[in-house]
């Protein structure tokens, strides 16, 4: 199953409203990862952090790296229509460093 | 660049029936990787190559799944007899050298294979 929890599942916001959503788990990460994923599509590598505690952005993408190494967040700020899609957590386990796992995703809709 | 490729796009078929899925990486790319995503959820992994060969396979079903990397660049993954539950969208994806760029190289997926066990 999912060593990854992912809230909200779902989201539905009205458009220019900022967004954040988050990943826990009771293991350690090496990595956070956080992707995109369009319908019919392959999932798209927003932002990765590799040390805890990292902050980085991606234009109006900010994601962080959990001081204790077990969760992370993505914040969207001013959402655009085109934020539409679900997001995706992922991150290499210490226990199993090349196995990318993934958490069970973040639905996000957009009213114009 | 092109991307990663995949074929079919779509596939349906009947219980117990055999179906394979290829996939072509980005070129230069010797890590290749296959993943289950199932409705709803995010992908798993299945298999992972490193150039032609296996690096992790500890989450594949290997009494039905079978996937090869003979010449080190394009992949087959094999499903032998499918059950209802394999219904799901079989990703591959790929990236660089996973022993210079570290396991922690990005991945880069294809579009998928929808396949619908009936």
């Known amino acids: 199953g999912q060593q990854l929890n992912q809230s909200p599942q779902s989201m539905f916001i009205q458009e220019g409203e900022d967004v954040s959503m988050n990943c826990t788990s009771s293991?350690?990460?090496?990595?956070w990862l956080w992707y995109k994923q369009d319908p019919g599509e392959g999932p798209v590598l927003l932002i990765a952090?590799?040390?805890?505690?990292e902050l980085t952005s991606n234009g109006r993408l900010t994601a962080q790296f959990g001081i204790t190494r077990k969760d992370s967040f993505l914040n969207i700020s001013a959402s655009i229509p085109s934020d539409v899609g679900i997001y995706f957590c992922?991150?290499?386990?210490?226990?199993?460093?090349?196995?990318?796992?993934f958490g069970g995703g973040t639905r996000l809709m957009v009213k114009p | 660049e092109a991307g990663v490729a995949q074929s079919p796009r779509y596939k349906i078929i009947e219980k117990r029936q055999s179906v394979a899925f290829w996939c072509n990486p980005i070129s230069g790319h010797a890590t290749l990787y296959w993943y289950q995503q199932i409705l709803g959820q995010g992908p798993k992994l299945l298999i992972q190559?490193?150039?032609?060969?296996?690096?992790?396979d500890s989450q594949l079903p290997k009494d039905r799944f079978s996937a090869e990397r003979l010449k080190g660049v394009d992949s087959t993954l094999k499903i032998q007899p499918a059950k209802l539950e394999d219904s799901a969208v079989y990703l591959c994806?790929?990236?660089?050298?996973?022993?210079?760029?570290?396991?922690?190289?990005?991945?880069?997926f294809g579009p998928g294979t929808r396949l619908t066990v009936l």
């Open positions: 293991s350690i990460f090496n990595t």
């Open positions: 952090l590799y040390k805890a505690g």
């Open positions: 992922a991150g290499h386990p210490s226990y199993a460093g090349n196995m990318l796992t």
């Open positions: 994806a790929s990236s660089l050298d996973w022993g210079l760029a570290g396991a922690w190289g990005e991945q880069f």
């Open positions: 190559f490193q150039n032609n060969g296996v690096v992790d």
